[in-house]
């Protein structure tokens, strides 16, 4: 059985950084394109960054600049480190996996196959 844990979430200020954390459990991160993808109160889900099989990685305008998504193959674990922080990056922040071989930032919730529980991030100013 497959699980995706997210984790590193909480309390950040305006300009502060957070790094969220994806272990999973019964997968393998391989060559498909993982991801993050975030939900604010009242908004739709949108995707934040992708890494590809090719592991090329792609964003958000949103995002670009200040996020990065990264890949530990060794600890099978997907990051995002967040930095300067804003108001507007308060979600509830989701990793994905076994998406298609090539998918952009905004690759959409159900061309993945797994899914996280969710991490919450909320930003002060």
């Known amino acids: 059985e497959v699980h995706l844990v997210e984790s590193g979430g909480g309390l950040a200020q305006l300009g502060g950084s957070l790094r969220l954390s994806c272990a999973a459990s019964?997968?393998?991160?391989?060559?498909?394109?993982m991801g993050w993808i975030r939900q604010a109160p009242g908004k739709e889900r949108e995707g934040v960054a992708t890494i590809d099989g090719d592991s090329n990685t792609d964003y958000a305008d949103s995002v670009k600049g200040r996020f990065s998504i990264s890949l530990n193959r060794t600890e099978n674990t997907l990051y995002l480190q967040m930095n300067s922080l804003k108001p507007d990056d308060t979600a509830m922040y989701y990793c994905a996996a076994g998406g298609p071989y090539y998918c952009s930032y905004d690759c959409r919730w159900d061309e993945y196959t797994y899914w996280g529980q969710g991490t919450q991030v909320t930003v002060s100013s």
């Open positions: 019964g997968y393998t991160y391989d060559s498909y394109t």
